[in-house]
């Protein structure tokens, strides 16, 4: 396992990060595997994110990059399918708790409590596939961020993105009632201004080299704790891109 890369004060003053935001998930990062705690909803969404990246890309034997991996739910699903996983966070803390987790589950992964621009700077091109899941809407420069990304990412290389849609509907579904009315995560979570459409996430792409080939809507069951993809990407929603 790789030590974490460190940055010049030049470096951290650049980065794409809110420290606010970070902090959202730095204090209840202990919590991260609780299947029914503040994060149970990505348990519930786990294995549809990995059913729609494993349908549209090779896995096994791929060296693959998970970028805002949290407490490492979708790193260690993807470390199980045969992929060589490197998975970054800049939480000190989700890095901590998903090193942890892996030992227990006695998994490989190379876990770095790093930034992605820091990943860029010194492994540009080195990654055949790149996940990044409700990350984008979190960073003060998503369109940055897919910059990033698309340097990281090998010729003809894959990524996936999972954000939420920003219009009335994804306001009411995706924060008034997800945060406030069915208490699915905790308050504040989401800002509707940070939220990005899929027009926006295109035309951003392409401005990166990358091409949207596919968009699929996801639509989360609280009462029956299960997640299916649909047309309809009015509110949370997956991307595929390619480089």
């Known amino acids: ?16 990060a809110d420290r606010a935001e970070l902090a ?56 199980r399918a045969g992929a060589r996983v490197t998975a970054v966070d800049l939480s000190p803390a989700m890095i901590e708790v998903a090193r942890l ?64 849609n920003r219009n009335l509907k994804s306001f009411l579904l995706g924060i008034v009632a997800a945060e406030y009315f069915l208490k699915l995560i905790p308050r504040g979570t989401h800002e509707y201004e940070r939220l990005i459409r899929p027009a926006e996430l295109a035309r951003w792409a392409r401005a990166t080299g990358l091409t949207l080939l596919e968009l699929a809507g996801v639509e989360l069951n609280p009462f029956t704790a299960r997640a299916t993809l649909s047309r309809d990407v009015a509110v949370n929603y997956l991307a595929y891109l390619r480089r």
């Open 101 to 164: 987790h892996a030992t227990q589950s006695s998994l490989t992964i190379d876990y770095r409590a790093s930034a992605a621009e820091e990943l860029a700077a010194t492994e540009p091109g080195g990654f055949d596939v790149i996940t990044c899941m409700e990350l984008l809407e979190h960073v003060p420069d998503p369109k940055a961020m897919l910059s990033t990304l698309a340097r990281l990412m090998r010729p003809e290389g894959a990524l996936f993105v999972s954000t939420i």
């Open 1 to 16: 396992m790789s030590a974490p890369t460190s940055a010049t004060k030049e470096q951290r003053a650049t980065l794409n």
């Open 24 to 79: 959202k998930f730095e204090t209840v990062a202990a919590r991260f595997w609780d299947p029914h705690g503040e994060f149970r909803p990505l348990h519930w969404l786990n294995p549809l994110r990995m059913q729609f990246i494993a349908e549209r890309t090779k896995l096994s034997g791929s060296r693959v990059l998970d970028v805002g991996c949290g407490g490492g739910l979708l790193a260690e699903a993807l470390a």
